[in-house]
Every structure is written in structure tokens, then in C-alpha cells.
């Protein structure tokens, strides 16, 4: 059984930093990429992140390039978020998610950020 | 970048209706579309990918059909378990983009 399950949310103020966990079990971590999707509160779904399965390539959304950074370790099966220079804007549940055919097949429950002074 | 517009944004229909929601986007993507159903306080689920692909364990009345720019997902019989909202999400280029979603309610 596929899981993925975050952790490293919380509250940070303006300008702070985060790093976000997603552990995965139940698939060949390696073998596919992973990525972290967000949603603000009440709002829509967009797209932040995306790991290539070996980890040498990484793709981001305009809004986050040059603040965010997403690693893995294949050896733990973990996917991280690393987040900085956070804004308010970045208020949102951060899901990661297994990709299937360039769509995300299985997601986590969700991890909550929260940037406010 | 490719924009996304979805329609309509809201829909309220009754049980046995069959319900259409249509995602256009500004330049062809082929076949890379995906439609996701999020109820509320959950994660999203995916419903089809590759644009009219059934994902494993999804029921059949969910389906999906186009390519190009335009694309829809269609109930062929609401159930009163499918009231949610529907995105659906391109992909091109190394980007990925999700709609603003079609809220469907039960009537």
C-alpha cells in the first residue's frame, strides 16, 4: 500500500525558513517523480515542485524559484521541501504526491505552514 | 505560460444527471490532462489521467475525453457521494498547472 506522509509544518514569521518531510513506503521511491503541491486556505490547488526520481533534476513554479528548494533521499525514501525567505503568501497545506502519466496518483494528508508575524 | 479556464465553477444537479465539465487550455497539450475530485478537509484523488485514462479503483461513470485544448470530464449519473470540487491539471514543459476547480453540488 502506497503512503506518503508529511511533517514539518508550522508557524514561522516573515522572512523564516521551513523544511518539510514526506516519508513514502509501499513503491520504488526511485523510480518516479515526486512533488509538493499547496493550498491556501479556502483557495485552489497550485502546483510548487517536482523531483525527478534520481534527484538530479528539479523544476519549480515561478512563485517559489530561488526560495524553495526540493531534495530527496532515495535511501530513506524521503522528498524534502526546503522553504525560504517565507512570505504570506506561502500560508498553505502542503501536499506531496507521487506522480502517475504527469499527474499526482497518490497524495499525503498534508502538511500546514503558516507565515505570520 | 498556458493558461487554464474551467466552466463552469459551480454546478448543482440531481442524482442520475449527467454532469460535463469542460477545461480549455490557451495551447495545445496533447493528451496531458488530469482531473482530480477534493472534498472537503481531504486531499485531492485522482479521477483520469492522460486525459481520458481511468485511474485504478475510480468508478466508471467518471470519464474523460479530448486533446489539444479542450477537454471534459463527464458523471454519466450523479451519485449523491461525488458532491465536491473537480480540478483539472495540464502539464507542459515542466510545469505543472491546476485549474480554479467546478464546485458540484447536490440538488
Known amino acids: 500500500e502506497v503512503q506518503l506522509v508529511e511533517s514539518g509544518g508550522g508557524l514561522v514569521q516573515p522572512g523564516g525558513s521551513l523544511r518539510l518531510s514526506c516519508a513514502a513506503s509501499?513503491?520504488?521511491?526511485?523510480?518516479?517523480?515526486m512533488s509538493w503541491v499547496r493550498q491556501a486556505p479556502g483557495k485552489g490547488l497550485e502546483w510548487v515542485s517536482s523531483?525527478?526520481?534520481?534527484?538530479?533534476?528539479?523544476y519549480y513554479a515561478d512563485s517559489v524559484k530561488g526560495r524553495f528548494t526540493i531534495s530527496r533521499d532515495n535511501s530513506k525514501n524521503i522528498l524534502y521541501l526546503h522553504m525560504n525567505s517565507l512570505r504570506a503568501g506561502d500560508t498553505a497545506i502542503y501536499y506531496c504526491?507521487?506522480?502517475?502519466?504527469?499527474?499526482?496518483?497518490?497524495w499525503g494528508q498534508g502538511t500546514l505552514a503558516t507565515v505570520s508575524s | 505560460d498556458i493558461q487554464m479556464t474551467q466552466s463552469p465553477s459551480t454546478l448543482s444537479a440531481s442524482v442520475g444527471d449527467r454532469v460535463t465539465i469542460t477545461c480549455r487550455a490557451s495551447q495545445s497539450i496533447g493528451s496531458w490532462l488530469a482531473w482530480y475530485q477534493q472534498k472537503a478537509g481531504k486531499a485531492p484523488n485522482l479521477l483520469i489521467y492522460k486525459a481520458s485514462s481511468l485511474r485504478g479503483g475510480v468508478p466508471s461513470r467518471f470519464s474523460g475525453t479530448g486533446s489539444g485544448t479542450e477537454f471534459t470530464l463527464t458523471i454519466s449519473s450523479l451519485q449523491p457521494d461525488d458532491s465536491a470540487t473537480y480540478y483539472c491539471q495540464l502539464y507542459n514543459n515542466y510545469s505543472w498547472t491546476f485549474s480554479q476547480g467546478t464546485k458540484v453540488e447536490i440538488k
Open positions: 523531483s525527478g526520481g534520481s534527484g538530479v533534476t528539479s
Open positions: 504526491a507521487k506522480d502517475l502519466e504527469l499527474g499526482f496518483e497518490y
Open positions: 509501499g513503491f520504488s521511491f526511485s523510480s518516479y517523480t
